[in-house]
């Protein structure tokens, strides 16, 4: 057993607002440079949809992620021996035309325009050339089903949904859509990590935050293609690679990613989850559909005695034990099973979890008119209007009985809240509902507190840094206080 | 390899030292609360993030007072739009200095050379047609000049001064929306224009936002939920309201009242944003909202009011509805219509009440007789006092009543009425029990206005007459069955929705909340749409609840501490009356949209054999001069004449310079016709307006409806619209005709603002604004109930300045040429319509003209109100800095209520700065600051002991004990430094409906159920009846459906050829999700966002039926103008309707038109013009009064049909 400590999110879909507050607090701090400007460490996607870049999640094409090759995990972009051989020529590169070119506007034609016989309008041009630009892509192409012919319905998740399911998707009786924000999932089994030729990313022991090196990095760029979810980025400036860093420098001072914290719809979750990392290469190598359990029987009661000793063995300080069994990423991931990994057939065991959505019941033509095929007060789940297969394949390495664990949960606690709030659904009958979701009543109420009523400090429960432990492997901490700051602020370049 | 391996401790700590890189990007050296002075509702606080002297970035704020137990917290509040505010600082779109259209420039410089005065330079320029076309038609078309904050001054000083002298300076108007958003910024040009004798021009009526049902039920502008609210409802109907994106900080309450057990139904014809949390998404058909309810309500009075008596539903219907009390039915052939409601003093016993005309009756069902219930608008304008409540008693004998809501059981009776069913254009007659009651005239035929309604929603009661046999008559209105036909929704949804619904609300008492916007009050009958929901709502006890009541949020005109801000924005502190203008009349004359339409009734249906004199019949405009003439409406320029002119005028032929002699000269000269009111000449070059200031909004794009025609009428610049300004010349009565319609009215107009937007381009002077995080300002909201300071993080950038100092430095530069050209103050006669809250709600029991005879002219009764105002242009300057002595003399108040505040403003006079001129003393806002901060301590709900002063106030009309409400924060006092230490939540005022002790979510009308104090409608009640004769004419006296005007009788395609491959569609702008309005639009990181355009959605099929691929450039055409943009092609359109959001602008990103002439296409509004519905015109009577904003007319455009091609060819 080796017990580490990890920083884990969960996302709840069911509230996403699908704003995009958090891509722009994100962007404002940290990409907003020359040579980031497409890098959207934080960005939303709309489901069904193509997501960014377009078709990501294709490992066909992309080649990201790993994969079980008798019973050894292997990396799908990169295998081993095939790091230096591809080193100056990555074939699953995704390239401007998956991401798109940024682009502004000669906004000063409106000031500076002589008077002529026309108005005058400022033209969209190239942020990378400066000359004209006609716009085909961008970061959030086809938000809320922009383009559906194009994008929304060929979304990979659509794969093993029959004709019918997926013709009626795009009709009125089954049309729906939702949204999926996404950021890097701080893998426990990160393939960026695994890639690198250079040694320039790492996962800090601390907390688990997949970082990337500004210094070490060569560009080499392995990174971008082995990433499954595309959440490294290549700097055309710098010639360095960036990715999210879980806004580490707000973290360590106790504050939430600027992601979260902007978070309007209140979707986001934060905390210290415990894990086995003995069990990583063992878990990672099972069948698909067991994928969900395996990440889940790796993740620790930290209420154990016998974890927390380990947890203790291993450096871990006691704050931040107090700071997991705290953790509300504990409670939606493993006490409850509500919370489910993107993807996780990619095995890079990823640390972000998402609560899958309710969506509208689905409805039917009636002569001219539609009808909603709704019974009772809330629809039957497997009535929802996108089929479980979806979600399966988005949320649970196809293991739809994960999803319709979670989702029949979800709504069992609605009833049950509807009958202690109004009573036109009978107490027996919500309790009864409870237990065949597994759930209870003692439950349904921390899971509906946690839902509705969170507070900030309750949805992110920072662990402490300890920092001037950190500070103490390099310098006196005293030192330090007196002198930081000090000093010149230098760019990474080329070569340094 | 072991995958453990790239977990990486502390093996290498040195190695980690690059992490500084990211470190030192979070750093900053000052963090500073602001938030956005933009017109979205939202009132989010933000801390602002300053590093080396510049801001970086916004964080949202998370430090709101919680409110009661068992609500999620505000926090945090700020969207995608807000966080991205930072980039426009220091944008290529900043606007940094003052600039002046080039032509212009030249032409005054030539004038100043040759006229030492500026003003006489001015003259030389406007007087001079061919000088004055020069600058007209280059508006729009480049050509700035920087210019110094010196001549730009001098120019508008000098505008103004001529404009006041030559024509009235009710000639010079001023446009900015939505005070509230940042209400100091506002009230600088309202104040200045005020002072002056300008006007401003309203807003949300404009806006098409003012939901007119609201004032129509409760004679309330809008009062509404904050957000926190709808956690409290147990059923929520979300319509026409996309609350992710209008609503994106509130959105959550929504999403976790459902995890709390909520359920929610999501209306809306396409898959909205928010229909992905709804239980059931309807995918209603697109302005058929009001035939849903309409059913539904027909399903709730059957099983839950009739069938089975729900005790809360009846008893609440009798006590706060309109409900119990008596209609006049009077014969006409072999059935009865529908009249007045039955006045008290028709009854012997109550023929000597005072205002008896205004007070109304109910049939006591024990005592079977007729009561006379207290809280109608008679009691609460009495000189009797204390008897405006709701307490069920009689106002003369003080017994109890026990009203019947119905006759069923007691009448005596039954009667034919005769309702209309407008959808299929066919009359019914349904029986309805009946009364006959004595007076001294003969025996009256009554029943009661839930009889009424019974009958009118068809509910079989066993009653004779053409009553539904059955949920499944698909002939009879409104059934379920006859829903489906308008709805596209199967009758047995509404059947399912009703019974939830009813039944929600009979086990919580009415906690059912309809969440409702803009994509239903835009259409030309959603007034209609909404009365109907409201019904639902009152039908079952949900109004003035907690978690009930109607949410409609779009516009944010909840401007909180409004007493202190009135007086100061609108100069009430030196002036009354004020002049101001409805904004939808204004425009809807002035930029001669009227001239383009016929008669209302091509499009608006209403029932057959109008009387003589209805407002039923003719054309719009012609009732739009009588609502003038008859004191309903405001209209400036007021008369033919300059009413500075005019007032000398009358002095000299009176011999009398007071008022009453002034005034009484003017009516004169107005009934012998020899002044005539400039609404009836709109055209006439005597009546245009000449200088519009134009501050924090777009009114050149975002709001002008009609935008080509504004292009035309009022800048005289290139416009695209291809219809005919003739179409009006032989429909219209009222109104004298032009065969040649002006062109350019405007000499001068100028925008303040921080981004080059449309307005701005083609405005004659921009001025550079100071932005939302560089001035102290002040924001409040409906949404939540905290007030926000705007703060300066950095000082207003480059040569920008507060809109408050800059409309101080147009007021010192104004003094400064008054001096030699106002040496003396002048008298101005202003003339104001019959206003709300004021004893003009009981001035016209009848439609009555003066100008025919019919009655008598008395200015303030049958006509507008005169009043003449002593105007000191050369110390406007430092009234404009002073707070003025009226407050202190008179006290302030709104919505009816007033309190003193003479101690409080002694104490400013004491511990702030102070302005001394003309031997006086007086409170400085000079500064932003000293403004907000005599704004907060003026305010009751910034004051808790004014609150209290205020509900003592009312307490005497009410005769009920209301100022406990405020006991425990009397001693509540905010500043402005406060609110920026942390957000401040208001207290209890009676300026507003909701109730917030100890943490209560504001739910509206909470007050009245609660404390009993009367709604401010005719009869004191919510109001299911409209008995308004005007409304009875237009048959909207009843709930009714009305269709949606067809595309041909809209003429909006009249002119325009087809081109081949085109296709019609409804045009709908609603709300969108990358700009509030356009702001943000243009902003990098929403255009990188969405698609570098605002881009024209239409349904995958229809695209393909025309050869439409996403993303293909396409033009979309009308009479009105054109717009080119990209396509988003999207199963998520229903077909025969597209969108595209409201508001782009045509300044970025917009090419030329094939179309027309290979100009520059436009924007939204190039496609649309508007109609002013006539009901709205209506005034002097209960809450069919007068108030800004308020009550009148709104902008309504939804129903607008375009033709959409793919674009031939690309050119820029």
């Known amino acids: 057993m080796d017990i580490r400590s990890q920083i884990s999110m969960v996302f709840h879909l069911d509230k996403c607002i699908g704003c995009h507050t958090c891509s722009i607090a994100c962007k404002n701090i940290w990409t907003d440079r020359k040579g980031t400007e497409y890098m959207w460490w934080n960005n939303v996607e709309t489901k069904p949809g193509g997501g960014y870049p377009t078709q990501w999640e294709d490992q066909e094409k992309y080649q990201g992620g790993w994969t079980n090759e008798n019973d050894k995990l292997r990396l799908k972009s990169t295998g081993k021996g095939r790091i230096v051989a591809n080193i100056f020529h990555n074939p699953h590169q995704p390239t401007m035309d998956d991401y798109y070119e940024p682009w502004t506007y000669k906004y000063e034609d409106l000031f500076n325009a002589p008077e002529g016989d026309d108005q005058p309008t400022a033209m969209p041009i190239s942020m990378v050339t400066g000359e004209y630009i006609d716009i085909e892509a961008g970061p959030n192409w086809d938000d809320d089903l922009g383009g559906s012919p194009v994008y929304a319905e060929h979304d990979y998740n659509l794969n093993g949904l029959t004709d019918e399911q997926r013709a009626q998707l795009f009709a009125i009786e089954r049309l729906v859509f939702f949204y999926f924000p996404r950021i890097c999932n701080h893998c426990l089994n990160p393939a960026c990590v695994a890639s690198c030729p250079s040694g320039a990313l790492h996962k800090r022991g601390e907390d688990g935050i997949v970082l990337l090196d500004q210094n070490r990095c060569r560009g080499w760029r392995s990174c971008i293609a082995a990433c499954p979810y595309k959440k490294t980025y290549y700097n055309w400036q710098t010639g360095k690679s960036e990715k999210c860093i879980l806004c580490f420098p707000r973290v360590e001072s106790g504050q939430a990613p600027a992601c979260f914290h902007s978070c309007v719809g209140r979707i986001r979750y934060l905390g210290v989850l415990l894990y086995d990392a003995d069990m990583i290469d063992e878990m990672a190598r099972k069948p698909d559909e067991e994928l969900v359990d395996a990440q889940r029987d790796m993740i620790m009661d930290p209420h154990d005695p016998r974890i927390i000793a380990a947890a203790r063995a291993n450096g871990i300080a006691d704050d931040v034990i107090k700071s997991a069994q705290r953790s509300p990423v504990y409670k939606y991931v493993k006490e409850w099973g509500l919370a489910l990994p993107p993807h996780i057939e990619y095995r890079t065991m990823p640390m972000l979890f998402y609560v899958p959505p309710m969506l509208p019941v689905v409805s039917s033509m009636d002569g001219d008119s539609v009808k909603s095929m709704a019974e009772g007060i809330f ?47 009978d107490m027996e009958v919500a309790q009864k509902l409870l237990v065949e979701a597994d759930s209870s009543v003692e439950e349904a109420e921390e899971i509906y507190k946690l839902t509705s009523l969170c507070t900030f400090d309750q949805r992110f429960v920072i662990p402490p840094a300890h920092r001037e432990e950190a500070i103490q492997m390099t310098r006196d901490p005293l030192e330090f206080k007196q002198s930081v700051g000090f000093g010149f602020r230098e760019d990474p370049s080329r070569g340094a | 390899m072991s995958v453990k391996t790239w977990i990486r401790d502390d093996v290498a700590p040195e190695q980690r030292t690059w992490e500084q890189f990211y470190r030192n990007r979070w750093q900053y050296d000052k963090v500073v609360r602001s938030t956005h002075g933009v017109n979205c509702t939202g009132g989010c606080t933000w801390n602002i993030h300053v590093k080396d002297g510049i801001v970086t970035w916004e964080m949202q704020g998370l430090d709101y007072p919680m409110l009661e137990h068992g609500l999620p917290p505000y926090e945090p509040r700020g969207c995608q739009r807000g966080i991205s505010y930072s980039w426009y600082l220091y944008s290529p779109l900043r606007v940094k200095y003052p600039y002046a259209r080039g032509a212009l420039v030249d032409l005054w410089e030539s004038a100043r050379q040759q006229y030492d005065d500026p003003v006489e330079a001015w003259e030389s320029l406007v007087t001079n047609p061919e000088s004055r076309k020069r600058w007209q038609k280059a508006r729009g078309k480049g050509g700035f000049r920087r210019a110094s904050w010196d001549t730009v001054l001098e120019i508008m000083a000098a505008a103004n001064i001529h404009t006041a002298k030559t024509h009235g300076p009710d000639r010079i108007a001023g446009f900015s929306p939505i005070p509230a958003m940042s209400m100091i910024s506002y009230a600088g040009g309202a104040r200045m224009l005020q002072l002056m004798g300008g006007l401003a021009l309203s807003f949300y009526d404009w806006y098409c936002d003012l939901p007119t049902a609201s004032p129509e039920a409760w004679g309330e502008q809008t009062d509404v939920h904050e957000s926190a609210d709808w956690y409290n409802a147990k059923m929520l109907a979300v319509m026409g309201s996309n609350l992710n994106m209008t609503r994106t900080p509130d959105c959550h309450f929504a999403a976790e009242s459902r995890h709390n057990g909520t359920k929610m139904y999501v209306f809306a014809p396409d898959f909205n944003q928010v229909a992905k949390y709804a239980d059931e998404w309807m995918p209603i058909n697109a302005g058929q909202d009001g035939a849903w309810w309409m059913a539904a309500n027909h399903v709730i009075l059957k099983e839950f009011h009739h069938e089975k008596q729900t005790p809360y539903f009846i008893e609440y219907g009798k006590q706060y509805t309109d409900g119990p009390l008596l209609v006049e039915l009077h014969k006409d052939e072999d059935h009865y219509e529908a009249g007045q409601l039955l006045r008290a003093n028709r009854l012997e016993q109550y023929a000597d009440q005072e205002n008896g005309d205004w007070k109304f009756l109910m049939w006591d069902e024990e005592e079977k007789t007729t009561k006379m219930p207290m809280g109608s608008v008679g009691y609460r304008h009495a000189e009797e006092k204390g008897k405006w409540n709701l307490l069920l008693k009689d ?31 066919v009359s019914t007659t349904r029986s309805v029990p009946t009364k006959r009651i004595a007076t001294p005239d003969g025996e009256v035929l009554v029943t009661t206005v839930y009889d009424l309604l019974m009958a009118q929603y068809g509910v079989p009661r066993g009653l004779s007459g053409e009553y539904p046999e059955d949920y499944n008559d698909t002939e009879k209105a409104y059934t379920p069955a006859w829903s489906e036909k308008y709805t596209g929704l199967s009758r047995d949804n509404v059947i399912k929705f009703a019974r939830e619904w009813a039944t929600t609300a009979e086990h919580t008492n009415g906690k059912c909340i309809i969440i409702i916007g803009a994509g239903i009050n835009h259409w030309y009958h959603g007034n209609l749409m909404y009365r109907a929901g409201i019904q639902a709502l009152m039908f079952c006890g949900c109004v003035g609840v907690n978690g009930g009541g109607l949410a409609h949020y779009v516009g944010q005109e909840k401007l909180a501490p409004g007493e202190s801000w009135g007086a100061i924005a609108f100069g009430k502190d030196w002036y009354a009356p004020s002049r101001l203008q409805n904004a939808p009349s204004w425009h809807y004359v002035n930029t001669d949209q009227w001239r383009y339409e016929k008669s209302f009734t091509d499009y608006h249906t209403v029932p057959p054999n109008q009387p003589e004199g209805s407002v039923a019949t003719g054309h719009t405009m012609d009732v739009q001069v009588r609502s003038v003439r008859n004191g309903w409406m405001p209209f400036y320029p007021q ?47 005597e009546n245009w307006p000449r200088v519009w200031y134009i501050w924090r909004g777009n009114a050149l794009m975002s709001s002008s409806k009609g935008h080509e025609y504004f292009l035309k009428h009022y800048l005289g610049t290139h416009n695209n619209q291809i219809s005919d300004d003739t179409f009006a010349k032989d429909t219209v009565d009222e109104v004298v005709w032009h065969d040649k319609a002006p062109e350019g009215k405007m000499d001068l107009v100028v925008d303040l603002n921080f981004r080059m937007d449309t307005s701005a381009l083609y405005s004659d002077i921009v001025l550079p604004a100071a932005t939302w995080y560089e001035k102290a300002d002040l924001n409040s909201t409906d949404l939540h109930s905290f007030i926000h300071p705007l703060s300066q993080a950095v000082p207003p950038c480059w040569e920008s300045k507060s809109d408050w100092e800059i409309f101080k430095q147009i007021a010192k530069k104004f003094s400064e040429l008054a001096e030699k050209h106002f040496p003396d103050p002048v008298p101005d006669i202003v003339a104001t319509p019959l206003a709300h809250d004021t004893p003009a709600e009981i001035a016209q029991p009848a439609i009555k003209d003066w100008i025919n005879g019919e009655i008598e002219a008395i200015p303030g009764k049958t006509m507008p109100g005169l009043k003449v105002v002593h105007r000191d242009y050369k110390n406007l300057y430092k009234q404009y800095i002073s707070l003025g002595p009226l407050v202190r003399e008179s006290g302030i108040g709104a919505h009816g209520t007033r309190y003193d505040v003479d101690d409080f403003y002694d104490e400013m006079l004491v511990t702030g700065t102070t302005q001394n001129w003309g031997g006086m003393t007086y409170p400085s806002i000079e500064d932003d600051e000293d403004t907000c901060n005599a704004i907060l301590r003026l305010a009751s709900v910034t004051n808790g002991e004014l609150a209290y002063r205020s509900y003592k106030n009312m307490e005497e009309k009410v005769g009920l004990p209301l100022a ?26 009676p300026m507003w409906s909701g109730l917030v002790t100890d943490g209560r979510a504001y739910s509206p009308f909470t007050y009245n159920v609660e404390k009993l104090v009367p709604w401010r409608t005719l009869t004191g009640r919510q109001h299911f009846y409209l008995d308004h004769p005007g409304y009875i004419q237009l048959g909207e006296h009843v709930p009714t459906y009305k269709p949606k005007p067809l595309p041909s009788q809209y003429a909006d395609i009249h002119f325009t050829n087809e081109e081949a491959k085109s296709m019609m569609l409804n045009y709908l702008t609603p709300h969108g999700k990358w700009h ?37 450039w396409v033009e979309v055409y009308n009479d009105h103008g054109v717009v080119v943009t990209r396509s988003c092609v999207s199963a998520r359109i229903p077909r025969g309707v597209c969108i595209q959001y409201h508001s782009p602008e045509r300044t970025y990103s917009v090419p030329k038109s094939p179309l027309r002439g290979n100009r520059r296409a436009g924007g939204h509004n190039s496609l649309t013009r ?20 308020y009550w009148g007319p709104i902008g309504s455009n939804r129903d607008t049909h375009v033709l959409v091609r793919k674009l031939p060819e690309l050119k820029w």
């Open chain 1, 379 to 425: 629809p039957d789940f497997d009535k929802a209007r996108l089929p479980m297969e979806f979600l399966g394949n988005l949320l649970a390495g196809k293991n739809t009985s994960k999803v319709r664990y979670a989702l029949k949960k979800e709504m069992a606690v609605r009833h049950y809240r509807r009958a202690l709030t109004v009573g036109d659904i």
């Open chain 2, 395 to 425: 106002g003369l004998t003080g017994s109890e009543i026990k009203p019947a809501l119905t006759l069923l059981d007691s009448h005596d009776g039954e009667a034919l009425v005769r309702f209309d069913d407008f959808g299929e254009g």
């Open chain 2, 639 to 685: 008369f033919n004449k300059n009413p500075i002119d005019l007032a000398n005028e009358a002095a000299a032929a009176t011999g009398s310079e007071e008022e009453e002699d002034v005034v009484n000269y003017v009516v004169d000269q107005l009934k012998k016709k020899e002044l005539k009111f400039s609404v009836e000449d709109p055209d006439a070059e």
């Open chain 2, 964 to 989: 406990d409400l405020v006991e425990k924060s009397r001693d509540f006092r905010v500043s402005y430094k406060d609110l920026q230490a942390q957000p401040r939540r208001f207290v209890n005022s």
């Open chain 2, 1076 to 1112: 509030i309005h356009s702001t943000y639009g243009d902003n990098h990181r929403m255009t990188t966002l969405s698609r570098g355009v605002e881009p024209f959605w239409m349904n995958d099929h229809d695209a393909a039926e025309i050869g439409i691929e996403d993303n293909d």
């Open chain 2, 1170 to 1189: 508007t109609r002013l519905k006539p009901n709205f015109l209506m005034g002097g009577y209960g809450q069919f009064t007068f108030h800004f904003n």
